[in-house]
């Protein structure tokens, strides 16, 4: 069954994030208000993250729906288990739940968001704002997340920073960014040549000199934690994204805080709350 998203507002909760997984072989980002949490993605198995929430002290059963970016398996490989495990819904744009037909068993509750039009879950504490990004897939989508004066903003899986992109995220207190590859790595690397175009394309994946820039713009504006996540197991490491990203910022004369997710791996829980 899908059906549009209408909900009402509500007011200010305290807001937690911890990213359970991110890099080419699995994404899930776990966002907790009032002790519910929503799942952006799901492209680890469904009891892997259901270990992985444990792990940090927080319990599958609260798990209140899952949000999808888009159809790649890296993000959706147990949508579809977790969900009807655990009879939460699962969001995504018209084109993404439709990419996913042969994926979905039947007895899924789907329902569709649009980019551009907020909604809210969670009885109205957390508030989403899906926005387009420049991606290889069906009907991709980021998020801005809200509850009350906190917010956090994602932006994984694009290929070029746009001012939309710029815009959203901004606004937040802890943005999630990617710096997917290093671009002479993912240049002399074993990839065939096709895929290498596509993911240094601008509908593919961040390299971490465009992921440096974002962040840099990100702290000028305020921004007061910045998670880099999606890192490529083949073409990047942690020691190159920070290479990359302490030099740029120390230019910017910006000092954020800076959370840097090996591949593969995920974070502690993260509190997010805003400095005004």
């Known amino acids: 069954m899908t059906r549009a998203v209408h909900d009402l507002p509500r007011e200010d909760d305290p807001m937690e994030v911890c990213v359970l997984a991110s890099s080419s072989a699995g994404n899930a980002t776990a966002v907790r208000s009032n002790h519910r949490?929503?799942?952006l993605d799901a492209g680890l198995s469904a009891r892997l993250i259901e270990l992985r929430l444990a792990a940090v002290g927080w319990c599958a059963s609260?798990?209140?729906?899952?949000?999808?970016?888009?159809e790649h398996r890296d993000h959706v490989y147990g949508a579809g288990v977790f969900a009807r495990r655990h009879r939460v819904p699962i969001y995504g744009t018209a084109g993404t739940l439709e990419a996913l037909a042969s994926f979905w068993r039947g007895d899924e509750d789907l329902r569709t968001i649009e980019v551009g039009r907020p909604f809210r879950l969670h009885d109205g504490e957390l508030e989403f704002e899906p926005f387009a990004v420049p991606h290889d897939a069906a009907d991709p989508a980021q998020f801005v997340v809200r509850s009350g004066r906190a917010s956090i903003g994602v932006a994984t899986d694009l290929g070029r920073v746009t001012t939309l992109v710029r815009r959203k995220l901004v606004t937040t207190d802890l943005a999630i960014l990617e710096a997917n590859h290093d671009l002479d790595r993912l240049r002399w690397g074993t990839y065939p040549w096709s895929v290498k175009q596509r993911i240094a394309s601008a509908h593919g994946h961040l390299d971490n000199v465009q992921a440096a820039e974002l962040a840099v713009r990100l702290a000028e504006a305020g921004v007061g934690h910045?998670?880099?996540a999606h890192l490529s197991p083949h073409h990047n490491d942690v020691a190159s994204?920070?290479?990359?990203?302490?030099?740029a910022l120390a230019a910017g004369n910006v000092t954020p805080r800076l959370t840097i997710?090996?591949?593969r791996e995920g974070t502690g829980v993260i509190p997010v709350s805003s400095e005004e």
């Open 226 to 228: 910045l998670v880099v």
């Open 37 to 39: 949490i929503v799942l």
């Open 62 to 70: 609260d798990v209140a729906a899952i949000v999808l970016s888009h």
């Open 241 to 247: 994204v920070r290479t990359v990203m302490t030099a």
């Open 261 to 263: 997710v090996a591949p």
